[in-house]
């Protein structure tokens, strides 16, 4: 193999013997300007440069869960001063589709609504007053169909559709099928069955979704816009307007959040701005209010999870028999791949020799889902976690002990009978966090506190989770980017990862070229987010710096290889002895051999060594038979572990989070600050999303709370100490140095964490999300009707 070979650099990379910038404390790049407030978001670029020139455009909502569109009447919305164009599905010049899994999904309504806040048309006017006056004098005819807003009614139902031509309400269906569940269960010594129910969740980022389109004067347009995927947004708006992907340019600043939300909604954000400024020719900004983000954006999936598992008498699990229940909503957006997730870790990070596991994402007429933080896994982890501990129970074992007999180790075959042949270190992370949380010690006293009469009860509950990384099974995943060398030796990094917070560009590419290099890493530039950098993939599936990161990585070894060759010659030393650090490159053996960076940056510019050089890597994936749900089904799998000690009020049912222990297994820790910071803050949601959040809709499938007076989110005082993680470095071959994924991490067995400590404290079975004050006095008796 060449020694610019992609999996050679990996592996020499993966096995070095010390890193002197990887896996050190670290600065991020952008940390600065966005302290002192010079970092630029989308809004930014338009009141910056634009305003004034730009139109305003706001959107019309459907008030109805399910209506013909009969007639349009636009005169009187048209004819108020400043408005400059309503358009409908009738103006689109493209293909009005932006269905992601499957194509079903219009970019404005053509032929009925399917949801209340369905988008039918947008208005453009030269002020935002005008254009919210114009909004509301666009007069649409309806006929109001029948609606469905409950899944399983709308398993059983034929009569009403939420789209004909599927001739179903049933959008997607998946299955794993894998040994003999009958005979599992005959040899169970004890046998567990739930339903669970979990909500629906908003992002609620602090920036809502915004767009900025620029036409030219020869028929292209450059979009700069809060999307996780620039090259998914430029394709999806280049389908709209009917140009070609070449004339389109997307351009994604800082993000105020994501989650997941902005994925699937920023490229039709983006597709709308662009729409109406290829149609009017002027400049177009669209920025939602916080009442439309929350009535349109796609949600968390809420869920219906009906669970048996067994267990036998040396408490190793036998059998687990799931069906799985999506609420869709209008359209089937990442349902798909949504409930393909949740299915395929319907075991948990547990070895299950028997499973039947069904799995159905189901059309209702509401706001649809969507992608976000966990992507399908935390729901199912919620029931996975709650059965584990309910197992151990009847069993008589430690809620620990129990898990460690039955977890994820090295050769170990998953629920789908993948063999995990490296990088499995979840059993190391729960015996390590278990230790440092004190667990057998805080279990005897909070089950001896809790004996007593009184007010406050104690408990402590373990979260154990897995993810896997990477699109799933036969999906391409890739990495791209490319690394140019700059005469001054200053480096400049090309990707289209986005930054949304979680630090992959500004911190983790910027330590991987900067540790290949031995370049000082405020000498690195990296170009981010952007359709003139090299198609990335999406900043999701917690791939930003584990997969992301794999082109920097090996774009930037390629370059260490060709001026490792070069100083050799020049030093007399043979390359692999040769170290690049500190703007130096020297004799590993001999410090004061060596050669300055700059010079032989020059050096090499004059020999004509090429030192710009792109880094493509094509994740390996193995076979998957979707008949029986077994095989190959993700590159690598991320492991978490969390306990969390909460107290709770009997008299008014207010659960409090007091501590919270993290241990990660999720390959090489890059930049543990980023980690660190990851883990807080997916803990902080995740919280929100057990005890709070909950999204409240009317008879008619319209939300009653869209804006953050009613959906309630933590504040500072929800807060727990949240301990530093533990790692556990199961370093990944295909990952960049190793690195796996860590964004969705901590957030997935939260939910299971809180519910099992709760379940703990009270004596109860939780078996809904979110644990309410009105539910926690439920589920003790307590509730006054």
């Known amino acids: 193999m060449s020694l610019e070979d992609p999996y050679s650099i990996l592996e020499k990379y993966l096995s070095a013997e010390s890193y002197f910038v990887v896996g050190r404390e670290f600065t991020r790049v952008d940390a600065l300007e966005k302290a002192l407030g010079r970092a630029l978001f989308t809004e930014d670029y338009f009141v910056k440069y634009v305003y004034g020139n730009a139109l305003f455009v706001k959107q019309v909502l459907s008030p109805h869960p399910h209506a013909r569109i009969k007639g349009l009447h636009l005169k009187e919305a048209l004819d108020v001063s400043g408005v400059r164009a309503v358009v409908t599905h009738r103006d689109i010049p493209g293909v009005n589709q932006v269905g992601y899994a499957l194509p079903d999904q219009p970019l404005l309504a053509e032929g009925k609504v399917r949801y209340v806040g369905e988008v039918v048309a947008l208005v453009a006017a030269e002020s935002w007053e005008r254009a919210v006056e114009a909004s509301q004098l666009v007069r649409v005819d309806y006929e109001p169909l029948p609606y469905v807003l409950d899944p399983l009614e709308a398993m059983s139902r034929s009569d009403v559709l939420v789209h004909e031509e599927a001739g179903s309400n049933i959008a997607f269906r998946t299955k794993v099928r894998k040994g003999d569940v009958e005979r599992g269960f005959s040899e169970a010594e004890v046998v567990v069955e739930n339903e669970y129910r979990t909500h629906h969740q908003d992002h609620a980022y602090l920036e809502t979704e915004a767009a900025l389109a620029i036409p030219d004067s020869e028929g292209r347009v450059t979009i700069i816009g809060a999307a996780q995927h620039p090259h998914l947004a430029r394709d999806i708006t280049a389908r709209v307007l009917g140009l070609p992907a070449s004339r389109v340019k997307v351009v994604v600043p800082y993000l105020g959040g994501g989650f997941g939300g902005k994925d699937d909604e920023g490229p039709l954000t983006v597709a709308k701005a662009a729409l109406v400024a290829y149609l009017t020719g002027r400049p177009a900004f669209i920025v939602y209010s916080r009442e439309e983000s929350i009535k349109v954006h796609p949600k968390r999936e809420a869920t219906i999870i009906r669970y048996k598992s067994g267990a036998n008498r040396e408490g190793k699990l036998t059998a ?212 003139e950098a090299p198609d990335t993939g999406a900043t999701h599936a917690s791939r930003g710096t584990g997969i992301g990161g794999i082109g920097v990585e090996v774009a930037a070894g390629r370059i260490r290889e060709r001026l490792a060759r070069l100083a050799g010659d020049v030093l007399g030393v043979e390359p692999d002895k040769l170290v690049f650090r500190d703007g130096r490159v020297y004799q590993r053996d001999n410090p004061e051999r060596y050669v300055r960076w700059v010079d032989l940056v020059r050096e090499a510019y004059a020999k004509g060594v090429e030192l710009s050089a792109t880094g493509y890597f094509f994740l390996p994936k193995g076979k998957f038979d979707d008949t029986v749900g077994q095989g190959f089904a993700y590159p690598a799998f991320s492991y978490i572990v969390v306990v969390s000690e909460v107290e709770v009020d009997t008299e008014t049912g207010v659960v409090r989070v007091l501590r919270v222990w993290p241990a990660l297994a999720s390959g090489r820790i890059i930049s543990p600050v980023q980690v660190e910071g990851q883990v807080e803050g997916a803990v902080v949601q995740g919280i929100g999303y057990t005890l709070y959040e909950q999204l409240v809709f009317d008879e008619k499938g319209s939300i009653l709370n869209a804006d953050f007076t009613d959906y309630v989110i933590p504040t500072v005082m929800e807060v727990p100490e949240v301990e530093k993680p533990i790692y556990v470095e199961d370093v990944y071959k295909y990952g960049a140095m190793g690195a796996k994924g860590v964004g969705e991490m901590a957030l997935i067995p939260i939910p299971a964490s809180i519910a099992n400590a709760v379940s703990h404290a009270l004596g109860v079975n939780v078996t809904r999300l979110p644990i309410t004050p009105e539910y926690v006095l439920e589920l003790t008796g307590s509730l006054k009707r």
Do not use: C
């Not at 957006?333 to 547990?350: K, V």
């Not at 007593?452 to 799933?472: C, L, N, P, Q, Y």
């Open 320 to 531: 687990i028999d799931v069906t799985i229940i999506h609420d869709t909503g209008a359209y089937a957006n990442r349902a798909p791949f949504i409930l393909w997730r949740a299915t395929m870790h319907a075991s948990g990070p547990y070895e299950v020799p028997n499973a039947r596991v069904d799995g159905y994402a189901v059309y209702t007429n509401k706001v649809y889902q969507g992608s976000f933080r966990g992507f399908g896994n935390p729901s199912v982890q919620f029931a996975v976690e709650r059965q584990m501990d309910l197992l151990a129970e009847k069993l008589g074992l430690d809620p620990v002990e129990f898990r460690l007999k039955n977890i994820l180790r090295p050769g170990s075959r998953t629920l789908t009978n993948q063999v995990l042949d490296h990088s499995v270190g979840v059993g190391e992370a729960l015996e390590k966090v278990s230790a440092k949380s004190g667990w057998s010690q805080k279990r005897r006293e909070y089950s001896e506190y809790n004996k007593k009469d009184g007010r406050w009860r104690r408990g402590i509950g373990v979260g154990v989770a897995w993810h896997g990384i990477s699109t799933s099974r036969g999906v391409p995943d890739w990495s791209n980017a490319v690394v140019k060398v700059e005469k001054d030796g200053s480096v400049t990094v090309y990707t289209g990862i986005v930054e949304m917070g979680q630090g992959s560009p500004t911190s983790s590419h910027v330590q991987i070229v900067s540790e290949l290099l031995g370049v000082p890493p405020e000498n690195v530039r990296v170009v981010f987010g952007t359709t």
